[in-house]
């Protein structure tokens, strides 16, 4: 696909700004770099609507919250993958009704579980690739870590 601005771009950037709001090309490329990363980030929400309870999409700046709960050796929310920008702050928060000990693959980032109590384990998600949250004792899958 060939930009819009093709040959004409300096010229375009030599013009005044009105005079660069009139031109086009221009008013083309503009709806196009508006537009589709809407599009683009439409299809990640929808994607991840159905995932993790009402989470917003993954802010590189922001910290990642991933809270899960097991209770009766069932996992709440059920496992998702769970999509992370490389360099964001992960915060998962774990809470079991018994002892367990929870566990991030590759990472190898883990916090002991006591019954009842929240757990926290936090890193920076700077490798990417797909990870695997588990715990040991019960053997309980709690999501994938999507990190790119
Ligand atoms: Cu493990």
Redesign the pocket.
């Known amino acids: 696909m060939r930009s819009p601005l093709g040959r004409s771009a300096r010229p375009a950037f030599a013009l005044s700004f009105p005079a660069l709001l009139a031109h086009r090309p221009f008013i083309g490329l503009l709806r196009r770099l508006v537009l589709v990363p809407l599009l683009g980030l439409a299809v990640v929400t929808g994607a991840t609507a159905c995932g993790s309870s009402g989470a917003d999409a993954p802010a590189p700046t922001g910290v990642k919250e991933i809270t899960v709960t097991i209770a009766a050796r069932k996992v709440t929310p059920p496992p998702v993958r769970v999509d992370v920008a490389k360099g964001q702050k992960v915060r998962i928060t774990v809470t079991s009704d018994v002892a367990d000990f929870a ?3 590759g990472y190898d980032k ?1 916090a002991e579980l006591k019954p009842g109590t929240p757990a926290t384990i936090e890193f920076v998600a700077d490798q990417s690739g797909l990870f ?1 949250a ?1 715990t ?1 004792d019960q053997e309980l899958q709690l999501f994938q870590l999507l990190v790119r």
Do not use: C, D, F
Request: hydrophobic fraction near 15%; charged fraction near 30%; proline fraction near 0%.
């Open positions: 566990h991030v693959h883990g695997e588990e040991h």
